[in-house]
């Protein structure tokens, strides 16, 4: 069997560059090289692309772009059928055929199905959610809106287009505090506030508008958040159901990416059939979505056992370390099975 070419992009425009990198990195280590020849593509925050020929070390460090003899200037061809990333280094116009794309981006301009139109306009298979899932899954309020159409039940919200603080506070004075004021499109609790009084709402509003031109208000469900792994478009599976145990606030940035003072047990500590019940809602929401290849889909359990839908990262965390391997890990299914299931897929 002929080696397949696999470009993983990298980097980004986005808030979430440096997440995406350690990810990438993952990725990259642990393709089966007997069957995958990955073709490293770093984006810069600013949108360069670039054909990266350096060591896998130098990616989690943000040290790619030190070396610009690593680095060729590239792009994907829009001609279907070529099906070719384009470099543009100083003998000419090189052309590396691509028969897989596997972004492996978070956030804005990657996760959001920007990324995957130009892949899926390339005629380009694609590793992972389409340009509409991705969109539908990045946007919280109409990926709210269309899970409550399953009969699963999402958070009370509002959503502002302008800083519109009477509307905002009366929405408070309606669902009471704690609530949670978010940008609609981004990712990693980048603008995310938990808001405890009425004196924190107004700067909740302006911090997460800095992030988007859209904000979401929700309110606060007690309980505790689950997550569950999802892989496959046809007949998907999943992995076991992961539990956040936090001693206080909420899973922010800091807590994702460093669990300072919180904890994730895999399998979480449920019964049986609740995990059960949190697979099939979780597949439920993937389907409902129009999910495809891989996702992460998370929810709350309230004390009462009843199952809220928070989100769908269609790009979740890819280290060795992050929740969606270790949730398909402890179904027993290692990572590097995990990458050749997302690529055989296609």
Known sequence: MSKKNVIIFFGGCSSEYEVSLAS???????LN?????????GITRQGDWYHYTGGIEQIPADRWLEDLTCCTPAALSPRRGLQELLTFGPGGVGRIPVDIAFPVL???????????????????????????????????????????LEGIRTPKALVLDTGDLEQARSFARRVGYPLYVKPVRAGSSYGVTRVNSYEELEPAITLA??????????????????????????????????EIELSGGFFDYTEKYTLKTSSIHVPA???????????????KIYKALGCSGFARVDMFLTPEGNIVFNEVNTIPGFTEHSRFPGMMKASGICFSEVLDRILEDL
């Open 24 to 30: 990438a990195a993952a990725v990259i280590r642990n």
């Open 106 to 148: 978070h956030g804005k301009n990657g996760e959001d199905g920007t990324l995957q139109g130009l892949i899926e306009l390339a005629g380009i298979p694609l590793a992972g959610c389409g340009t509409l899932a991705s969109a539908l899954c990045m946007d919280k309020d109409r990926a709210h809106r269309l899970v409550s």
């Open 209 to 242: 508008f800095s992030y988007d031109g859209q904000v979401i208000l929700e309110e606060n469900i007690p309980g505790f958040e689950v997550g569950c792994a999802v892989l496959g478009s046809r007949e998907p599976i999943t992995g076991e159901v992961d």
């Open 269 to 283: 500590r449920i019964s049986a059939e609740k995990a059960q019940e949190i697979k099939r809602a979780a597949v």
């Open 33 to 41: 090289r007997e069957r995958y020849t990955p073709i490293p593509v």
